[in-house]
Nanobody, 125 residues
């Protein structure tokens, strides 16, 4: 059974930073791409960014490029989302996801097969 679990959410002021973590188990971590999604109240879930299984390729949604960074540590089966210069519009529940392939996911066109439960990020103005 594949399990995905994120952590690290919280309350931060505008301009602040936060790092989310995600741990996955149940299959060989390095063989699968990983990604981050978020969903704000009343909005659809959106792709934030993704990383290939080997960690060498990443892709980000336009609004977070230059502010968010995704990294992974395959030895620890962990993925991270470093969020800097946070804005109130970044407030959402953030989800970690695992894909059924190793290449960097193609945004909303790629479908994960496993999801975490989500962690709340709130950015106060």
């Amino acid at each position: 059974q594949v399990l995905v679990e994120e952590s690290g959410g919280g309350l931060v002021q505008t301009g602040g930073s936060l790092r989310l973590s995600c741990v996955a188990s149940g299959r060989t971590f390095s063989r699968y791409a990983m990604g981050w999604f978020r969903q704000a109240p009343g909005k659809e879930r959106e792709f934030v960014g993704g990383i290939s299984g080997d960690g060498f390729s990443t892709d980000y949604e336009l609004s977070v490029r230059g502010r968010f960074t995704i990294a992974r540590d395959n030895a620890k089966s962990m993925m991270y989302l470093q969020m800097n210069n946070l804005k109130p519009e970044d407030s959402a529940v953030y989800y970690c996801a695992s894909y059924p392939f190793p290449s960097v996911p193609l945004g909303r066109y790629s479908e994960p097969d496993y999801w975490g439960q989500g962690t709340q990020v709130t950015v106060s103005s």
